[in-house]
């Protein structure tokens, strides 16, 4: 399994970007995956969370209400929209799934190279 993340920069706050990881491998379409953050000096944190057939998300609740994750598993796809940004935002998200990952047993094996998101006030 390769993760690429990619949608990344500098964005003014108030903004909307949308993040978007490809996944290889034909069985994307059978996990669940996620979006962590890690802002610089601090630890990485969950940010969302999608079933493998988008009918189950799970937010952190300081994203909750403004980022919104899906996914087109046509495309090997996930999406990150991210809207109302805050300069607290800030940080290098990454992708992450597992073949291995269920909803209720979330694994993150696989991670993608992470994409800095920089929000400006």
């Known amino acids: 399994v390769q993760l690429q993340a990619f949608g990344g920069g500098l964005v003014q706050a108030g903004g909307s970007p949308r993040l978007a990881c490809t996944a290889s491998?034909?069985?994307?379409?059978?996990?669940?995956t996620g979006w962590f953050r890690q802002a610089t000096g601090k630890e990485r944190q969950f940010v969302a969370a999608?079933?493998?057939?988008?009918?189950?998300?799970v937010y952190a609740d300081s994203v909750k209400g403004r980022f919104t994750i899906a996914r087109d598993n046509a495309k090997n796809t996930m999406y990150l929209e991210m809207d109302s940004l805050k300069p607290e935002d800030t940080a290098v998200y990454y992708c992450?799934?597992?073949?291995?990952?269920?909803?209720?047993?979330?694994?993150?094996?696989?991670w993608g190279q992470g994409t800095l998101v920089t929000v400006s006030s």
């Open positions: 992450a799934g597992d073949p291995r990952s269920t909803w209720s047993r979330p694994e993150y094996g696989y």
């Open positions: 491998g034909r069985t994307f379409s059978s996990y669940t």
């Open positions: 999608i079933n493998w057939s988008g009918s189950s998300t």
